[in-house]
């Protein structure tokens, strides 16, 4: 059974940073990309980044590109999104899913992933 479990959220001031991450288990988290989306309230779930398998290949949102940071461990199943200079507007759940169908393909759409976590709530006060 695949589990993806996130952790890291929390209450920051604007400007402040967090780092999130993303557990795997019950899958072989090394050949799969991973992705890292966000819902705010009364908003559809959006991409905010994507890292291919090997970690050669990130994938930003302009919206936080420059600001986040994704990486990942292999040897030890786990996804970071590492959020620096944040603002209110980042206020979301972050969920991190699993693309265990499509290959070297890195995908930036919500239908491209197959597994999804519980989501992490980040809340940035201004």
């Known amino acids: 059974q695949v589990q993806l479990v996130e952790s890291g959220g929390g209450l920051v001031q604007a400007g402040g940073s967090l780092r999130l991450s993303c557990a795997a288990s019950?899958?072989?988290?090394?050949?799969?990309?991973m992705g890292w989306f966000r819902q705010a309230p009364g908003k559809e779930r959006e991409f905010v980044a994507a890292i291919s398998w090997s970690g050669g290949r990130t994938y930003y949102a302009n919206s936080v590109k420059g600001r986040f940071i994704i990486s990942r461990d292999n040897a030890k199943n786990t996804a970071y999104l590492e959020m620096n200079s944040l603002k209110p507007e980042d206020t979301a759940v972050y969920y991190c899913a699993a693309d265990v169908t499509h290959g070297v393909v890195v995908l930036t759409t919500v239908s491209g992933y197959d597994y999804w976590g519980q989501g992490t709530q980040v809340t940035v006060s201004s």
């Open positions: 019950g899958l072989t988290f090394r050949r799969y990309t």
